[in-house]
C-alpha cells in the first residue's frame, strides 16, 4: 500500500510517516519547511524531522506546497492512503495573517481531497477541537484550587461531536479548520470518497519543538531544560486533555482498518477526561520531575481561549474500539527525557 502524508516533516507528520514506514508501507512525504521561518531557518530544527526520515526504509521526500494543485496531484499519484496532517496551527498567526492561514487550511485541503478524488484514496483529515470555537466557554465551569472544571454534569466527559459550530466566535484559523472540516464530512457525502475526521486535542511527544504559540507541552519542557521564562496567559488554571503521539497513530490505523464502514465520520480524539490537566498542574509536574523551579510570567487571557476543554471520546471507545493508554505523566516523563538527551538541539532557542 501507498500511503501520502501530507506536512510529513512536521511534529505529527513525521511520526505518521515513520508508523507506516515500520509496517512496511511505501510513504510518500510532502512538505514546503514552512516552519523555517518560525525557527528562523535554523535548519537543524525546522529539518529535524526530514532528515530522521531519510534513514527509514520506504520513505520519498517531496519539497511541495498543499497550496498549489499540481503539486499535491503529482506527490499523490497511486497513493491508496492519505493522511492530511500539513497545516497552519497557530491561533496567532491566524489572527495577524487571515489569508494566508486560509490559504492553507481551507484551500490547501480541498487541494488534498481533489487529489484524493482523483486516486480515489481514503483520507484521514487532522481537524482542531478550535472548530467549537468560544461556544465552549458558554458552559458553566467551577474554580478549583488548581483548575477549572464543567459545573454541568452534561459534560462530565467532555465536549461531543455534536455539540454546537455555530453563533460563535472561532478565530480565523477555527473558522479555516472548520470550513476543512466540513469540506472533508462533505466530499463523503457527496463524492462518496472514504475520509474521517479527527478532531483533535493538544497531541504531544518526542521530535516536537515546540514554541509559546504551539506545542505547549514541549514548550514548557524546553523552557524547564533552558530556564526560560513561560509566560501564562490568564491564570494557569485553564484545562486542556493532552495525548501523547503514540495513541494518536493507533487511532489513525484503527480508522483506515474501518474506512469503508465510516465514511464522512468525525471523531474527538484526545486524552479524554482521564488525561485532562490544567497548565498549573503539568507546571508543577514538570518541576517535579525535573528538581527545579521554572520560570513563569502572568499576562492577559488571550483571544478566543477556551478556559476547559475536554474531548468526549466515547465515539471513538465504540467505533473504533480505541482508548488512550498513555497517562499524561507518563508521556510528559518521555518527552522530558527526548529533550534532555537531546538538550544540544534546543540551542537556536
Same mark, same amino acid.
Given at each position: ?25 511505501? /510513504? ?78 481551507? %484551500? ?11 486516486? +480515489? ?43 454546537? *459550530? ?29 475520509? /474521517? ?5 493538544? *497531541? ?7 514554541? @509559546? +504559540? ?38 489513525? @490505523? ?7 464502514? %465510516? ?16 497548565? %498549573? ?14 520560570? %513563569? ?7 478566543? +481561549? ?6 468526549? *471520546? ?11 493508554? /498513555? ?23
Amino acid at each position: 500500500m501507498k500511503v501520502l502524508i501530507t506536512g510529513g516533516a512536521g511534529f505529527i507528520g513525521s511520526h505518521v510517516a515513520e508508523f507506516f514506514s515500520r509496517k512496511g508501507y511505501e /510513504v510518500v512525504v510532502l512538505d514546503n519547511f514552512a516552519r523555517s521561518e518560525v525557527f528562523k531557518k535554523d535548519k537543524k530544527i525546522s529539518e529535524y524531522n526530514w532528515n530522521y526520515l531519510k534513514e527509514l526504509k520506504n520513505v520519498r521526500l517531496v519539497k511541495g506546497d498543499i497550496r498549489k494543485f499540481e503539486e499535491v496531484k503529482n506527490a499523490s499519484r497511486g497513493c491508496s492512503t492519505i493522511v492530511h496532517a500539513a497545516a497552519q496551527v497557530a491561533v496567532t498567526t491566524s489572527l495577524a495573517d487571515p489569508f494566508l492561514d486560509f490559504e492553507i487550511n481551507a %484551500l490547501g485541503t480541498l487541494n488534498v481531497l481533489e487529489a484524493a478524488r482523483i486516486n +480515489d484514496s481514503s483520507l484521514i483529515f487532522t481537524s482542531t477541537n478550535k472548530v467549537y470555537g468560544e461556544n465552549v466557554n458558554k458552559i458553566q465551569i467551577v474554580e478549583r484550587e488548581n483548575r477549572y472544571e464543567y459545573y454541568d454534569e452534561k459534560f462530565k466527559e467532555g465536549i461531543p461531536e455534536d455539540f454546537p *459550530i455555530d453563533l460563535t466566535g472561532h478565530s480565523p484559523y477555527g473558522c479555516s479548520k472548520l470550513a476543512a472540516d466540513v469540506y472533508v464530512q462533505d466530499y463523503a457525502h457527496t463524492y462518496g470518497l472514504g475520509t /474521517v475526521i479527527f478532531r483533535q486535542s493538544c *497531541i504531544y511527544g518526542e521530535r516536537q519543538f515546540g514554541v @509559546e +504559540d504551539q506545542g505547549w507541552v514541549a514548550w514548557f519542557l524546553i523552557s524547564s531544560l533552558l530556564s526560560k521564562t513561560i509566560t501564562i496567559y490568564g491564570n494557569g488554571k485553564q484545562v486542556r486533555d493532552v495525548l501523547y503521539i503514540e495513541d494518536l497513530l493507533r487511532a489513525i @490505523e484503527l480508522a483506515l482498518s474501518k474506512i469503508s464502514s %465510516l465514511k464522512g465520520e468525525v471523531f474527538n480524539i484526545g486524552g479524554g477526561i482521564n488525561n485532562a490537566v490544567s497548565l %498549573l498542574e503539568v507546571i508543577r509536574y514538570i518541576e517535579e520531575i525535573s528538581g527545579k523551579s521554572l520560570n %513563569l510570567g502572568f499576562s492577559e487571557w488571550r483571544k478566543s +481561549d477556551q478556559k476547559v476543554y475536554i474531548s468526549n *471520546i466515547r465515539k471513538a471507545k465504540e467505533k473504533l474500539n480505541w482508548d488512550p493508554k /498513555v497517562s499524561w505523566k507518563e508521556g510528559i516523563k518521555r518527552v522530558y527525557d527526548w529533550i534532555i538527551k537531546n538538550k544540544s538541539l534546543f540551542s537556536a532557542y
